[in-house]
């Protein structure tokens, strides 16, 4: 696969001297983006933070799904319980450093992640996204049920985090909260272009392609997949985490169903197992939806899905895994 080589290769656009080249690019082409979307909508910064917000979801969803092949429709679990964990955080406990409540957003992950994972792996194909699915719902009855921590159904108010570094103020605008997210984006896009990889990276990757040659090699598949979610969990954690502090509020709609769907079709909008894939299907499908709801407010789920399908149909690896196959195939045909 052209996105697997791109993506995953450990020699895969690297210098002699082992650098990542390709993952540079993919940092300096989020930097650009970032740069040319905070001149476009310097009055929609919110959306920009969500989108980043939810684009760190779908990246720590594309570590389980697309390169560990675990089936979920439950990682909302996750990036709730890092929102609300930060959120608690701030308004009960008094830790209002927009860093200390992304490291707690990032354990509270992990911690769902392990907890999560320690059920859904005791099942494969579709009785683990029924599990997955019983997660979330249990995750969010949690969650309604202790209201004295998170507010119920009314949710958590009360965040109030403090300047980034004792200096940026967040303000009315959203800038310091959108720029903010981009670093965290960014960084934890190296870490995972790191991950993906590494060693374990592949290990993980030869689990999804064939379990039963990697259990034979001795090494432990649901072991590899565990400790992959556990990470995504600190992903997105980390995602729920910069949501509770750019909205400074959160909601039981951070257990959804629906956000967990979205993710998932984001991912394969994109395409999977590829990190630049989620990050692409993201920034296309939220910009969409955002355009279309505006402009068509009673049907414009019904054209969402008229595109989705479109690319399902004629772009089978996603938006960018289609766009590298098919440069793949022309850089080849000019040789």
């Not at 992959?228 to 985490?241: F, R, T």
């Amino acid at each position: 696969m052209a996105v697997s080589m791109l993506d995953t290769h450990p020699n895969a656009r690297a210098l002699p001297t082992g650098i990542d080249t390709a993952g540079l690019a993919g940092g300096l082409a989020i930097m650009i983006a970032g740069v040319i979307g905070y001149f476009v909508f310097p009055d929609n910064l919110a959306l920009l933070t969500r989108i980043i917000a939810i684009g760190l979801l779908v990246l720590s969803l594309d570590l389980v799904t697309g390169y560990s092949g675990v089936a979920t429709l439950g990682h909302s679990a996750l990036f709730g319980a890092g929102a609300y964990a930060a959120g608690i955080a701030a308004a009960h406990l008094g830790i209002s450093a927009p860093l200390a409540m992304t490291l707690i957003g990032a354990a509270a992950g992990a911690i769902a992640g392990l907890l999560s994972g320690l059920v859904i792996l005791r099942a494969h194909g579709l009785a683990q996204l029924v599990l997955s699915i019983a997660v979330v719902h249990l995750f969010h009855e949690a969650a309604n049920k202790a209201s004295a921590w998170t507010g119920g159904s009314d949710g958590l108010s009360g965040i109030m985090p403090e300047a980034v570094l004792g200096i940026f103020e967040f303000d009315l605008w959203g800038t310091t909260a959108y720029l903010y997210g981009l670093a965290l984006l960014i960084v934890v896009f190296a870490v995972l272009r790191f991950l993906v990889r590494s060693p374990f990276g592949m290990l993980a990757r030869g689990v999804k392609e064939d379990p039963v040659r990697v259990s034979a090699m001795g090494a432990s598949v649901n072991a590899v997949q565990l400790r992959m979610y556990v990470i995504s969990g600190a992903v997105a954690g980390i995602g729920g985490a910069l949501s509770a502090i750019s909205t400074q509020v959160v909601g039981l709609d951070s257990f959804s169903f629906t956000l967990s769907a979205e993710a998932l079709v984001m991912l394969v909008l994109g395409g999977t197992g590829s990190l630049f894939g989620g990050l692409v299907g993201t920034v296309v499908f939220m910009l969409i939806e955002e355009t279309v709801s505006a402009l068509n407010p009673f049907h414009w789920l019904t054209i969402i899905g008229v595109l989705l399908i479109a690319v399902v149909l004629l772009a089978p690896k996603g938006l960018y895994g289609s766009a590298v196959l098919a440069a793949t195939r022309l850089m080849r045909a000019r040789r």
